[in-house]
């Protein structure tokens, strides 16, 4: 079955860049997603990206994917205190009909 | 303005009753879903629909029933069969997959 893999915890300082990383198992997964959740609140959508891809981004956010080792990784510029969250990678699973979450990264930033 | 809502925020039971949480959207969407976080953990899946009147079971759907009655809800039953409920309850919902999944703010439920 999937198995999505995420590290627990990540610490940077604000104007520092993050790189959350990601591994998966599933080589058919057609598209990846990353979400950020908040304290108390639901998931919010941040990117995703389609398998055939090897980079997306946006804005602050840039998403690098190495198909080859099933690694995917996104990278946050010029972090800042709001981007204090957990954030949660996820691929679809081989029938495309329901996503498989990682178990999160804590992402701390410090002033 | 188009969402998911979920109801209500925060949520307390006698151990041995039945609870049921609340899940509607607006977004027009086919799929919804539900999962299940425990602390500092992932997501699970416990139940989804694709479609009305049709829904299938996910990773961890026992001691847990669903309805989908109307396309907009998708009502989740936490029956006292389930032998640690507590936990924080996402819906989500989608157009249908590969489309981004659209999460709803949670349920906090706390059976005591």
């Known amino acids: 079955g999937e198995d999505v893999e995420q590290s627990l915890f990540l610490s940077v300082r604000e104007g520092d860049s993050s790189v959350i990383n990601c591994t998966y198992t599933d080589s058919s997964s057609t598209y990846l997603y990353w979400y950020k959740q908040e304290p108390g609140a639901g998931l919010q959508l941040l990117t995703y990206i389609f398998s055939n891809m090897d980079m997306k981004q946006d804005q602050r956010l840039t998403v690098l994917l190495n198909k080859k080792d099933k690694h995917l990784s996104l990278r946050i510029a010029d972090t800042q205190t709001g981007d204090s969250a957990i954030y949660f990678c996820a691929e679809t699973n081989n029938a495309g009909n329901m996503l498989t979450f990682g178990g999160g990264t804590r992402l701390m930033v410090k002033p | 303005d188009g969402g998911i809502t979920q109801s209500p925020k925060y949520l307390f039971r006698k151990e041995g009753q039945n609870v049921t949480l609340s899940c509607e959207q607006n977004?027009?969407?086919?799929?919804m879903y539900w999962y299940r976080q425990d602390p500092g953990q992932g997501l699970r899946l416990i139940y989804y629909?694709?479609?009305?009147?049709?829904?299938q079971k996910g990773d961890i759907a026992e001691g847990y029933s669903v309805s989908r009655e109307k396309k907009e809800s998708f009502p989740l039953t936490v029956t006292s069969a389930q032998k640690n409920p507590t936990a924080f309850y996402l819906c989500?919902?989608?157009?249908?997959?590969?489309?981004?999944?659209?999460f709803g703010n949670g349920t906090r439920l706390t059976v005591t």
């Open positions: 977004l027009n969407h086919d799929a």
């Open positions: 989500a919902s989608s157009i249908r997959l590969p489309s981004p999944l659209h």
């Open positions: 629909s694709q479609i009305v009147n049709d829904f």
